[in-house]
């Protein structure tokens, strides 16, 4: 079973993924938080498998979340996805920077637009694709 904690300001956003996740046999929605700050606490809490992380919430946004628990010793098993809407490359390389998860067959965007998942990466953009076959796997 696959656990998820789902991190996005918008609870109709949330209610969305959850929906569509809980229909999935192996994957368990586990917990939801509303802003960065409580990622963490939750994330610690739970110790999910994956955080499905919103790269634009008040507060502490996705970006810091992510820097956070890809520091956080206690949470080395927890990977962090992105999602957006944005289109922005520089969103797809801070996310890199700051934790997200990516490997050689994705990057860690869960976006709009081009979504293709693989073994809990996803890409949404050309730029993504082009920057994945440079990027190492695992944690920083």
């Known amino acids: 079973m696959i656990t998820v904690l789902l991190a ?6 949330r209610a969305g993924f959850r929906s569509l ?17 409580s ?6 809490e739970l110790k999910p498998d994956v955080v499905l992380m919103d790269i634009r919430m008040p507060g ?7 820097k956070r628990i890809a520091a956080d010793d206690l949470l080395a098993g927890v990977r962090v996805v992105i999602l957006t809407t944005f289109g ?3 969103y797809v390389f801070e996310a890199i920077r700051s934790g997200a998860s ?10 709009a637009r081009n979504r293709r998942s693989h073994a ?3 890409s949404a953009s ?9 990027l190492p796997s695992g944690r920083p």
């Open 8 to 13: 996005d300001d918008q609870a109709l956003v």
């Open 21 to 37: 996740l809980d229909a999935q046999d192996d994957i368990e929605v586990v917990g939801e938080a509303g802003d960065g700050e």
């Open 39 to 44: 990622a963490i606490r939750l994330a610690r």
């Open 60 to 66: 502490m946004d996705g970006l810091e979340a992510t």
């Open 88 to 90: 922005l490359d520089e």
């Open 102 to 111: 990516g490997d050689q067959s994705g990057i860690p965007m869960f976006g």
């Open 120 to 122: 809990g990466m996803a």
């Open 126 to 134: 050309n730029t993504a694709a082009r920057v994945a076959a440079g």
